[in-house]
């Protein structure tokens, strides 16, 4: 089975930063995309951004400008650079990857669109 397991979460000031890894292991996988999702108490589970296998990406508004993901394929890592961090910025971030719409160039931004998950690393903003 494919294992992903995030990391770098932890306690940061309003406008610090902090940069969270996901790492796969497991069955060998080819993902079209791989993106970062959050969660806050009382709160749905929210699309953050994608990469694509090719290298290009997609944000949520919300974060656009202060947040970078990026993929390095000989590590088999994904990362998340998160600059100017805002209390509403609290959550728990998951990883996520999925083998679904090869040969498109679309951006999954759904949950139900992803086939695997990390156990998520907790950010917490403080004010």
């Known amino acids: 089975q494919v294992q992903l397991v995030e990391s770098g979460g932890g306690l940061v000031q309003a406008g610090g930063s902090l940069k969270l890894s996901c790492a796969a292991s497991g069955r060998p996988f080819s993902s079209t995309a791989m993106g970062w999702f959050r969660q806050a108490p009382g709160k749905e589970r929210e699309f953050v951004a994608t990469i694509r296998s090719g290298g290009n990406t997609h944000y949520a508004d919300f974060v656009k400008g202060r947040f970078t993901i990026s993929r390095d394929g000989a590590k088999n890592t994904v990362y998340l650079r998160m600059n100017n961090l805002k209390p509403e910025d609290t959550a728990v971030y998951y990883c996520?990857?999925?083998?679904?719409?090869?040969?498109?160039?679309?951006?999954?931004?759904?949950?139900?669109?992803?086939?695997?998950w990390g156990q998520g690393t907790q950010v917490t903003v403080s004010s």
């Open positions: 996520a990857a999925t083998s679904n719409y090869p040969g498109t160039s679309y951006y999954p931004t759904r949950p139900y669109e992803y086939n695997y």
